[in-house]
């Protein structure tokens, strides 16, 4: 059984940096698509970041790219992300996400709180 497992949140100051971690088991890690989201309160969840398996990595939302950063290791099947700069505006509940590019399912977490405040 596929599960995803995101760690690494947590309350940071302004300007500060995190990593997120999201592991993948139970599956083959080289058929998904590794993609995080974010959701803050009272907002839609939003795409952030994209790695796949050959390589490829996208940040999709232009006030993250430069600072963020999406990761892929191959061997441990885990998936990082960067944060660093961090704003108050990327308070959110970070979700990691598993599509499998051949049944076309698709695995979430339970998310990773970060809250960045002073």
């Known amino acids: 059984q596929i599960q995803v497992v995101e760690s690494g949140g947590g309350l940071v100051q302004p300007g500060g940096s995190l990593r997120l971690s999201c592991v993948f088991s139970?599956?083959?890690?080289?058929?998904?698509?590794m993609r995080w989201y974010r959701q803050a309160s009272g907002k839609e969840r939003e795409l952030v970041a994209a790695s796949t398996d050959g390589g490829g990595s996208t940040i999709y939302v232009d006030s993250m790219k430069g600072r963020f950063t999406i990761s892929r290791d191959h061997v441990n099947h885990v998936v990082h992300l960067q944060m660093n700069s961090l704003t108050p505006e990327d308070t959110a509940m970070y979700y990691c996400?598993?599509?499998?590019?051949?049944?076309?399912?698709?695995?979430w977490g339970k998310g990773t709180l970060v809250t960045v405040s002073s």
């Open positions: 996400e598993a599509y499998d590019l051949w049944s076309r399912s698709t695995y």
């Open positions: 139970g599956g083959t890690f080289s058929r998904h698509v």
